[in-house]
């Protein structure tokens, strides 16, 4: 038997990471955003209003196009009360539908009654 010589770089279609490169243009974005809740709110207010954000914010999926994946997270309070309160994760195709979505006036909305709802921000966008 001969040893069996192959190039596997100038295999078309890439079965395996081992043996292919493939390069991928990082062109979507990730929008997260963590937030924390007054701390003048009881625990049962707390709970109603992080329920009030929460749909408000998933609301957005439907009513925002451009918008690839959108989930909405509350804390787990048993694990670390020290944690931002709720997460909003945002998948778009671009920085340009990033920004049409901080313009839309649905986001507008939101944006308001979240920042009636809260005390603290963080945010961090990225490529994907």
């Known amino acids: 038997m001969y040893p069996l010589k192959i190039n596997f770089f100038k295999i078309k279609k ?17 929008h997260v ?30 009513k925002i196009p451009f918008i690839v994946t959108l989930e ?6 048993e694990v670390s009360t020290e944690n931002y309160d709720i997460v909003l994760i945002v ?7 990033l920004n049409s979505y901080q313009q839309h006036p649905e986001h507008l909305k939101v944006k308001s ?13 990225f490529y994907f």
């Open 72 to 77: 909405v997270g509350i804390n787990i309070p």
């Open 113 to 125: 009654l979240v920042q009636e709802l809260t005390q603290s921000r963080a945010c961090v966008d």
């Open 91 to 97: 998948e778009v195709n671009s920085i340009d539908e």
């Open 14 to 30: 890439c079965q395996s990471f081992y043996f292919c490169k493939k390069q991928k243009t990082k062109t979507m974005v990730k």
């Open 33 to 62: 955003v963590c937030w924390r809740l007054k701390s003048n709110f009881s625990s049962a207010e707390k709970e109603e209003k992080l329920k009030k954000m929460q749909e408000a914010l998933k609301a957005l999926k439907n």
